[in-house]
């Protein structure tokens, strides 16, 4: 199906059509990475360069395999073997790639807003956020999604309470969830303490009213349809906002018990990585309700989506010139 997509910045910049047209090319797209020969000529010729200046193992080895197994040409940048080390700006730097022709460019930063600077510089080339700052992270959205129509199959589409529970103040995992469920009519219940999900959160990010907060663990998982575990951001200063992880493990960490007033089907995501014992436990991380590595398995598929939605969009060069 076809998008429209000229970037994909964020899952806010995203109609439902366009988020649902993605889902759909994506689940189609599964298969490949089961065959034995892993490797369709979509993308021959073209060329993809993942530019990653912060810490990644799922997004960056997902987006790599997606463009190898397209057949594109696959070039991997990261922070320390980039030319950022020696202080060049990501606006030079962006200029520095687009005089190299590359049909797409993927982005992970630690600045909200890096991955639109880089598609306002990249003239001609598509741009894909994997993640800026904590603002977005639309390919995980869309794996989760995916994962979740997977399983509930046509209730994705309105008929859905998800609970999102941890640091949703600094998560842009979060975000990228929360309005990607707004698009396809779902509650989303946040969970955690004020500190990290603070009252009137959800007002003033506009989030809307599918989405309402809870501080108490048990009212917020009560028949939901799925949990979503959070890492705790240590890195994002995560750690100063909560007294000790014990007590916010003693809390929220996800437990079969904790997990008991949820759904009887109720199935769990963490996008990764995993902090056992703090924010899920090792009794629910292995469960048969963890759709884990099966999210893993979906990034592949939506990443290859999205790089062939972008690389193959028609006009492309009428749109960009
Ligand atoms: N879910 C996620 O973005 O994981 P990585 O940081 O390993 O890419």
New binding site residues.
């Given amino acids: 199906m076809t998008t429209g997509l000229h970037h994909l910045l964020g899952i806010a910049d995203m109609s439902k059509g366009q988020f649902l047209a993605l889902l759909h090319n994506a689940r189609e797209l599964v298969e490949v990475s089961e065959r034995a020969l892993k490797k369709v000529p979509a993308l021959r010729g073209r060329t993809v360069i993942n530019f990653f200046l912060e810490?990644?193992?799922?997004?960056?080895t997902s987006f790599e395999l997606a463009a190898k197994r397209l057949s594109a040409d696959a070039i991997n940048l990261t922070g320390s073997s980039s030319s950022v080390t020696k202080g060049e700006s990501l606006r030079d730097t962006a200029r520095t790639l687009a005089a190299m022709a590359p049909d797409v460019v993927v982005i992970r930063h630690h600045e909200a807003g890096a991955a639109h600077l880089l598609a306002r510089e990249l003239r001609g080339c598509a741009v894909v956020n994997a993640?800026d700052g904590m603002h977005e992270?639309p390919t995980?959205a869309l794996l989760d999604c995916l994962t979740l129509w997977e399983v509930f199959d046509e209730r994705l589409t309105g008929d859905l309470t998800v609970a999102i529970v941890g640091d949703i103040r600094h998560s842009r995992?979060a975000r990228s969830n929360i309005i990607a469920h707004r698009l396809l009519g779902n509650r989303v219940r946040l969970v955690g303490p004020p500190t990290l999900v603070p009252s009137q959160f959800a007002d003033e990010l506009e989030f809307g009213s599918h989405c309402s907060v809870h501080h108490s663990a048990e009212e917020g998982f009560a028949d939901v349809d799925a949990v979503m575990c959070l890492r705790m951001q240590l890195e994002r200063a995560a750690g100063g906002y909560v007294p000790t992880l014990e007590e916010y493990a003693r809390e929220y960490c996800l437990t079969p018990e904790r997990l008991e007033v949820a759904k009887p089907d109720c199935r769990v995501l963490h996008?990764?990585?995993l902090n056992r014992g703090i924010e899920i436990s090792e009794a629910v991380a292995e469960s048969n309700r963890a759709l884990v590595e099966r999210q893993v398995t979906h990034g592949v598929a939506v990443r290859m989506a999205t790089l062939l939605a972008l690389a193959t969009r028609p006009g492309r060069s009428e749109i960009d010139a």
């Fill in positions: 810490a990644s193992t799922r997004t960056r993640g992270h995980q995992v996008p990764g990585p």
